[in-house]
């Protein structure tokens, strides 16, 4: 059954690609059966010559490997890698190529991230196979091992199979897959449930995120790095914040890799911050995770809760509930706060005409965008 709450899952959360790639690097060369990897930007590079060195490694092992790239996300991956792939065993399949269909199909784009290893064990988080993941951006990951791995692996599998995706030489017929493995429930492990969404025609992130957004009863902290919320987003955080509830977004600075993804949700800031809606722009480097804590829920993945994403695209997310895993998202949250500038409400209000116009122009290419159909 798709998105069962499923108990005994032990979950570690990794900051930073320091952490979160040395962790998936080892589960892969300890892989016997298979691994599944599912991205939606993989570019040639250091970081993907890494990933293709793993994969490779595991084949020559006699490992099952099969890598789903989205046909948009994966255009920087030059042909000499694709083949590499290819030629090392690896099983590789696109997930709707750019082509001569309509736009809505050209615009629906395989966003999340998922890597499965045995069956056992699977990690999450807003990473790619690009090198900015090694250092400039900074990310974090989930590493999960219990009962929702075997989610996760339904969700590869479906889309593997999907009359959207195309092995790489363009045939339709996909590359099978072996027989699922499941993984074993952990009397000391946690509550979680796997979350997808597939564009507005099935919205189960919304609906969970705006729920806990309209229930939290102490605090409502958010990360994204593409701050456009819906208009119900922006209702439900006002609404919280006005009834009590610690409501903080943290949020990229200047440092950003669409500045104009950034001015076009600038515009949204002066309703929030009247409403008590605290909000931390994060100066070290472009914060690229996307996370949320309410109260004991945490929810964490693909998703970047803007109104692009939950119009789009395929997500999936990672929810946990529980006390003990809340605390340390807690904690990152705080350390990420303390490396951020929080944005004062006075100052804002009185922010020059400039910032103004950017906002507004980026505004309006966000309405006009967001019309596409
Ligand atoms: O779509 P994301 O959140 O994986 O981020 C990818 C970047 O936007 C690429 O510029």
Redesign the pocket.
Known sequence: MQHEWREGNRVILLPEASRFLPAMFEAVSQAQHYVLVEL??MESGELANQVIDALEAATRRGVKTYLLLDGYGAMGLERSDRERLQAAGVALQLFNPIGFHSLARNLSRD?RKIVVVDGEIAFTG?F?AVDEFLQAWYEIALRIDGPAVADWEVLFRRLWRSRLSRQASGSQTPIPLPPQRSATAHGDGVRGRVMSARGYRYQAIRHSLYARVSSAQQRLWLCT??FVPTFALRRRLIRAARRGVDVRLLLPGAKH??PGVRYAGQRFYQGLLKAGVRIFEFQPTFI?A?FVLADEWVSLG?C?FDHWNLHWNLEANQEIEDSAFACEVQTLFERNFAASQEVDAAAWAARPWGQRAKEWVYGVVDGLVMRLK
Request: charged share 15%; glycine share 16%.
């Open positions: 939606y930007l966003h807003g790619g790095p593409y890799d669409h690229h996307k693909s970047n």
